[in-house]
């Protein structure tokens, strides 16, 4: 029986999980209002008009360039406190620090190669 209740609880939390998010989604759905016209269905764009086709193809290269620095801006994050804490790290502590570096220096590298941070 005390399995089943340490399972119960992940059960509720799954279940919590899908609700959260749907719920919202639900409600917007029924409570939004709908009047759609002509001039609403129309595509519009930073307050200027089109003029043309809206379809516009970007290269994946400026979505690689941007994903790129994402990561490394989000690591630099992580790295910053363990910076702070540097004189108070044990061993361990700071073995992952540069195994962490270390593969960040790796990514670079590897995008690098790839030619993935070339503007062309």
Known sequence: MNVI????????FVAIAWVIP??????AAFVSPRKPNAI??????CGVE????????????????GLVF???D???IFLFPWALAYNRLDFF?????????FLLTDALIYAWRKRALEWV
Request: hydrophobic share 55%; proline share 2%; glycine share 8%.
């Open 5 to 12: 209740n340490e399972w119960a609880f992940i059960g509720v």
């Open 93 to 101: 502590a700071f073995g992952a620090g540069l195994l962490f570096i």
């Open 22 to 27: 749907t719920l919202p989604i639900a409600l």
């Open 74 to 76: 989000v690591e630099m």
């Open 70 to 72: 994402l990561v490394f």
């Open 50 to 65: 089109t003029v043309g086709d809206t379809w516009v193809q970007f290269k994946v290269q400026y979505y690689i360039y």
């Open 40 to 45: 609403k269905m129309q595509t519009y764009e």
